[in-house]
């Protein structure tokens, strides 16, 4: 399956809409799929980060046609970005979204790391999906603790629910969280997608946690987590947005977000089951070919450049696919933590924390933001849930592939986060992506 945005004729720039065509129907929380609802936070990402990025070139280019020009695209990703988030409806808790924030935030990851061709970014990819998948646990147990809400009904049981790299291990010093950048001119047209991908849905994530979390009123220790998982989200922007090549030009960066939303788009039409939503995201992804050939046009003006010196080839790589994707990921996902679930970012790469020097940043700030163990949100939560239920609440098809975590009736503060020789410092410390040791 094959497609070229460059090669269809465009529509008409200026489709502007009225408000009730973008006014939407909202969705049937307890009948949509559950990837519909991971689409639909994902595309909302995706305009928000568009719209906002194109603000910003706003307030950084000097010529006012250009400014104008512009002015006229974001007005329309706006009316877009306004369809797609009233598509969530009215009595879809703060809490029951987050989960489909989380399930998205894990099966996009892996969707992503496992075609990632190149090696340094998979790992990054690899080192927070592990996170990710942990806060969806932390969120469940909230969500079943608080509202009597089983997250396996809402994930749909495509997603496994069960603790990943604990979040209480996830706080490291924020050097450490900044990767090298790709170089944009010969990196694969498939690398630099999943990277403007999840640098958008990761952002996207983070505000709604920074804007929602402070709204929960179920109970402190819930909103307290919505603080301590906002810290890790912003943590996780820091990480996917410092992989963009940050040396191309505004224009060129303008044709390369149109071209994401048009791959994105693509793949969200292919997949969709919702024929409501997916004649949304058709006429959307007519809209963003209307704005790639546009910026292609304003980055020959103004640049003297062809598109094709950004996107030497304009045939997309395969869809990215969340309907085919459960079980695969699933496997991807248990086979990390067996692998890596003891590894932090250390220099510019990742390490099991037993390589890590004694005296490194990562231990004196984790020390310091999460203060007492026992006073730690996410660590509050399952504890909560334990002395109320007897045992964690999880959604796993087998036995936990990492041996430490498979005991339900305690929560493991350790694992990534105090070396097991006690703190004493190795003779050397590896900097490589993906190195570790086996925990099955």
């Known amino acids: 399956m094959t497609f070229d945005p460059f090669k269809e004729k465009p529509g008409k720039l200026e489709a502007f809409e009225s408000r009730d065509r973008v006014y939407p129907r909202a969705y049937d929380k307890n009948a949509t799929d559950p990837y519909t609802k991971v689409r639909i936070i994902l595309m909302n990402g995706t305009e928000f980060e568009s719209q906002w990025f194109l603000h ?16 006229v695209t974001r007005r329309i ?15 879809e808790s703060i809490l029951e979204h987050t989960i489909g924030y989380e399930q998205l935030a894990v099966d996009l990851t892996a969707i992503m790391a496992r075609c990632e061709p190149d090696k340094y970014v998979r790992g990054a990819l690899d080192f927070a999906l592990l996170e990710d998948f942990d806060h969806l646990y932390r969120y469940a147990d909230l969500l079943e603790s608080d509202m009597g809400v089983r997250a396996e009904r809402l994930v749909g049981k495509y997603t496994e629910i069960m603790p990943g790299r604990p979040t209480i291990s996830e706080h490291r010093y924020p050097k450490d969280d900044v990767r090298r950048h790709m170089d944009a001119r010969t990196a694969s047209l498939r690398t630099k997608l999943h990277a403007m991908i999840i640098t958008a849905a990761e952002q996207q994530t983070m505000n709604y946690y920074m804007n929602q979390g402070s709204f929960y009123d179920m109970s402190e220790v819930g909103r307290k987590l919505y603080m301590e998982i906002a810290m890790i989200e912003e943590q996780h922007v820091s990480l996917y947005e410092s992989l963009i090549d940050s040396s191309l030009t505004w224009a060129e ?47 020959e003006k103004y640049e003297g450049k062809h598109w094709s010196e950004v996107i030497p080839d304009g045939a997309m790589p395969e869809p990215l696919l969340f309907g085919e994707a459960s079980d695969a990921n699933k496997a991807y996902i248990r086979k990390l933590l067996a692998h890596t679930v ?99």
């Open 77 to 91: 990703e706006q009316q877009q970005q306004k369809t797609i988030s009233y598509l969530k409806p009215k009595d």
């Open 342 to 440: 003891e590894n932090t970012a250390y220099g510019d790469g990742w390490s099991d924390l037993s390589e890590v020097p004694s005296s490194s940043e990562f231990f004196k700030y984790n020390a310091k933001v999460n203060g007492a163990v026992a006073d730690v949100a996410s660590h509050k939560i399952i504890d909560r849930y334990i002395m109320e239920a007897g045992e964690d609440y999880r959604f796993q098809e087998r036995e936990h592939p990492v041996r430490e975590l498979r005991d339900r009736t305690h929560d493991n503060v350790d694992m990534g986060r105090v070396r097991r020789d006690g703190g004493t410092e190795t003779p050397a410390t590896r900097r490589t992506s993906g190195k570790s040791r086996s925990r099955t």
């Open 56 to 71: 910003n070139m706003t307030r950084h280019v000097t010529n006012e046609d250009l400014r104008r020009e512009i002015a």
């Open 253 to 299: 960066c303008m044709l390369m977000h149109e071209y994401t939303e048009c791959y994105l788009y693509w793949s969200m039409m292919t997949d969709e089951c919702d024929e409501y939503v997916k004649k949304i995201w058709t006429r959307h992804l007519e809209q963003e070919i209307a704005h790639l050939h546009n910026a292609a046009r304003l980055l």
